[in-house]
C-alpha cells in the first residue's frame, strides 16, 4: 500500500488497484466459480422474466392442471394452482435478489457507520456502541427477524428492513477494529497534527483504508442476506405478492409437492437459492482473502 | 481459576444482556398492531362495560411502566402467559417442547462438533493435497444450502422415494411400545433425517475453522520443536497442533448456537419434530403472540448463557487470557 493516505478520488492507483483485485479473483478458481454463477443468476433475473412473463393469476383451468410434471408446454411443470413453475421460478430471481441487496445495503451503511465512529471514538462512545453491537451479536438472529416480521406485517419493504437492520454487528465490529488499526499509523497521526478535522482525517483517509475491507465483506453479507429472506419467506412471512425463490418452497411445502413426489415444483427454486448464494459465498470467500490484511498471505 | 473481578464483570454483563433482552422483549410484543381485549373477544359483540372490565382484569388499563412491573413478576414465576390457539399456560406448552428440541439439538451438535473437527483436522494436515481443496469446496457448498431446502430434499430422496427412514414427527402415530427400549429406537429412527440435514448445513463452518486455525499453529515454533524431538507426525499433529488449535474453535461455537437455533426452527418445521422450532412456526401461522414471545425469550436467553459459557471455557482452556 505505496499511496495509503492519499484519498481515494485522487490516488493515482485507485482503478488500477480495482483491476488488479479482479484480476486476482479471476484467477482464483474459486473466485471465478462464483463470478460466473453471479453472472448467470442476473442473466436469469434480468431476462428471463422478459422473454417468459409470469403472471401469478395465470392459474390452472381444472384440477387436471395442476401439479403436471414437466411437459413441452410447461419445461418445469405446473405448481397447486396449476401455474408454470419455471416462469415462476424466472420471476423469483428478481425478488430474491432485490430484498438481498436492498437488505445489504442498509446493513452495510449502518454497521460501517458504527464501526467508523466506535473506532474512531476511543472513549464512552465506543463503549456504548459496542455494548449494543455485542447485544445484537448474541440474539439469535432467526428468532429476532421471525418476531419482527411477524409483529410488522408481511410486506417487501419491511422484509427488507428487518433484514438490513439485524445484519450488521458483524461488519461494526470488523470495521471499528480495521479503524482502530489505521488511526494509530503514522500517516493518520500526521495529518491529525497538521489540524486536519476529524470528518476529514474519518472521510478522506480512514474510509478510503477501509473500503476494500467492507467491499469483500458487503459481498459475503449479501449471501447471509438472501438466505435470511428464503427462511423467513419459507416460514410463511414473506410477501404474498411478490413470490420470491422462498415464498415458492413455502407453498411447495404447504401443499405437500414433497410428499407427492412433485420434484419439479420444489427442486428449482432451491437450486436457485444455492447457486445465487454459492455465488456471493465464493466471490465473497476469495475478496476477503485478497483485501483483508488479516488473512493475506495465507 | 477465575479471578474474582473477572467474574463480577462477567455477570454484570451477563444481568445487563438479560435484563436487555427482556424490556426489548416486552416493549416490542406492546407496540403490536391491534387491541388484544378484541383478539379475545373475536367472535361475540362486547358492550363498553365489558371490554373496560376485560382490559382491567389483564391489568391493561395501567400504565405502560405498571404493566412492565407485572410482566417482570410474572417472568421470576415461571408464568408466560396463556396461549389462545392452544387453552393452555404457554409454560406447561415450552416444558414439553423443550425436552425435544434439547434431544435434537444434542444430537446434531455431537455429530456436527465431532466430524467438523476432525475433517478440519484432516484437511489441515494434508494442506495443498485435493483431499483439503475438495474439504474447503464442499464446505462453502454445504454452508451455502437453505436448511430447510436441505429437509425437504432429504424427505423426498431418503423418506418418500427409498422409505428409508420416517419423515415426520418425534415417534411413529398410534405405535404401542413393549419396552422402553422399543420406543427409543423409534425414536432413534426418527431423528435420523433431521439431525444429518442440521449436520450438513452446519458442518462446513467448523470445517473451515478448525483447518485454518491448525494451519497457523503449525507454522509455530514450537511445532518445529515438536518434530525436532522425533515425535511421530500424528502426536505432532494432535497433541500439540489440535490442542492449540482448538481455542477459536471454541470462539465459533458460540456463534455456531445462535446459528442452529435457527437451524432447528426451520428443520423441525419440515419434520414436524414436536419441539421449539416447530412451535414458533404454528404460532407464526396463528399469530399467537404470547407462545412466539416466550419462544424468543427462551432462545435468546439460551444462546446468551451459551456465549458465557463459551467465554468462561476460554478462560479455562488459555491461560494467556486469563490476565485480561
Known amino acids: 500500500m505505496a499511496s495509503v493516505g492519499v484519498p481515494l478520488g485522487e490516488r493515482p492507483g485507485a482503478w488500477a488497484s480495482i483491476r488488479r483485485t479482479w484480476s486476482e479473483v479471476w484467477s482464483d478458481a474459486l473466485g471465478r466459480t462464483g463470478v460466473i454463477l453471479l453472472v448467470f443468476i442476473a442473466i436469469i433475473a434480468v431476462f428471463g422474466p422478459m422473454f417468459f412473463p409470469f403472471n401469478s393469476a395465470d392459474v390452472g383451468k381444472s384440477a387436471q392442471d395442476i401439479f403436471r410434471p414437466p411437459s413441452a408446454q410447461h419445461w418445469l411443470g405446473t405448481d397447486e394452482l396449476g401455474r408454470d413453475v419455471f416462469r415462476e421460478v424466472l420471476a423469483g430471481a428478481g425478488i430474491s435478489l432485490l430484498v438481498g441487496l436492498l437488505a445489504t445495503a442498509i446493513s452495510i451503511l449502518v454497521g460501517a457507520a458504527i464501526g467508523l465512529i466506535a473506532g474512531y471514538r476511543v472513549g464512552w462512545l465506543d463503549s456504548v456502541l459496542m455494548r449494543v453491537t455485542d447485544f445484537f451479536l448474541v440474539i439469535p438472529t432467526l428468532p429476532l427477524v421471525i418476531v419482527l416480521a411477524a409483529v410488522f406485517g408481511q410486506s417487501l419493504g419491511i422484509i427488507i428492513l428487518v433484514i438490513g437492520l439485524t445484519g450488521w454487528p458483524g461488519t461494526a465490529r470488523i470495521v471499528r477494529s480495521q479503524v482502530l488499526s489505521l488511526r494509530e499509523r503514522q500517516f493518520v497521526v500526521r495529518v491529525r497534527s497538521f489540524g486536519a478535522s476529524d470528518l476529514r482525517i474519518v472521510g478522506l483517509h480512514i474510509l478510503p483504508n477501509v473500503l476494500p475491507l467492507i467491499f469483500a465483506n458487503t459481498v459475503l453479507v449479501i449471501a447471509g442476506s438472501i438466505l435470511s429472506e428464503a427462511t423467513l419467506a419459507f416460514l410463511g412471512l414473506g410477501d404474498p405478492v411478490h413470490v420470491s425463490w422462498g415464498t415458492m418452497l413455502h407453498f411447495a411445502f404447504v401443499s405437500g409437492a414433497t410428499g407427492r413426489g412433485a420434484w419439479w415444483y420444489f427442486l428449482p427454486p432451491g437450486i436457485g437459492i444455492v447457486i445465487v448464494v454459492l455465488g456471493f459465498t465464493l466471490a465473497g470467500h476469495t475478496l476477503d482473502r485478497i483485501l483483508n490484511p488479516r488473512l493475506r498471505g495465507r | ?324
Open chain 2, 1 to 324: 481459576m477465575f479471578r474474582a473481578s473477572y467474574l463480577a464483570r462477567k455477570g454484570a454483563q451477563l444481568a445487563l444482556t438479560l435484563f436487555a433482552v427482556v424490556t426489548f422483549n416486552f416493549l416490542l410484543f406492546r407496540v403490536l398492531p391491534g387491541d388484544p381485549i378484541r383478539l379475545i373477544a373475536r367472535a361475540g359483540h362486547l358492550s363498553a362495560d365489558e371490554m373496560a372490565q376485560l382490559r382491567a382484569t389483564f391489568g391493561l388499563d395501567r400504565p405502560l411502566v405498571v404493566q412492565y412491573g407485572y410482566y417482570l413478576r410474572s417472568l421470576f414465576h415461571g408464568d408466560f402467559g396463556f396461549s389462545i390457539t392452544y387453552r393452555r399456560p404457554v409454560s406447561d406448552i415450552l416444558a414439553e417442547r423443550m425436552v425435544n428440541t434439547a434431544i435434537l439439538l444434542g444430537a446434531a451438535t455431537v455429530l456436527i462438533v465431532v466430524l467438523g473437527v476432525g475433517i478440519g483436522v484432516i484437511a489441515a494436515a494434508r494442506r495443498g493435497s485435493k483431499l483439503d481443496s475438495s474439504s474447503v469446496v464442499t464446505a462453502l457448498l454445504f454452508w451455502s444450502l437453505p436448511t430447510f431446502w436441505t429437509g425437504m430434499l432429504l424427505v423426498f430422496l431418503l423418506g418418500v422415494w427409498l422409505h428409508a427412514f420416517p419423515i415426520s414427527g418425534i415417534t411413529t402415530p398410534g405405535a404401542v411400545y413393549t419396552s422402553t427400549l422399543d420406543r427409543w429406537s423409534d425414536i432413534a429412527s426418527h431423528i435420523v433425517l433431521p439431525t444429518i440435514t442440521l449436520a450438513l448445513v452446519d458442518i462446513g463452518q467448523f470445517v473451515l475453522i478448525t483447518r485454518s486455525s491448525l494451519i497457523d499453529v503449525l507454522t509455530e515454533d514450537f511445532i518445529l520443536t515438536a518434530k525436532a524431538k522425533g515425535l511421530s507426525r500424528r502426536a505432532v499433529i494432535w497433541k500439540h497442533g489440535v490442542r492449540n488449535a482448538l481455542l477459536p474453535v471454541i470462539t465459533a461455537s458460540a456463534l455456531y448456537i445462535s446459528l442452529v437455533v435457527g437451524g432447528a426452527i426451520q428443520v423441525e418445521t419440515v419434520f414436524s419434530w414436536p419441539g421449539m422450532g416447530r412451535l414458533v412456526y404454528d404460532a407464526v401461522l396463528r399469530r399467537d403472540y404470547p407462545i412466539l414471545e416466550s419462544c424468543f425469550l427462551i432462545f435468546a436467553v439460551a444462546v446468551i448463557l451459551a456465549n458465557l459459557a463459551s467465554d468462561l471455557m476460554y478462560q479455562v482452556l488459555d491461560p494467556r487470557v486469563r490476565e485480561a
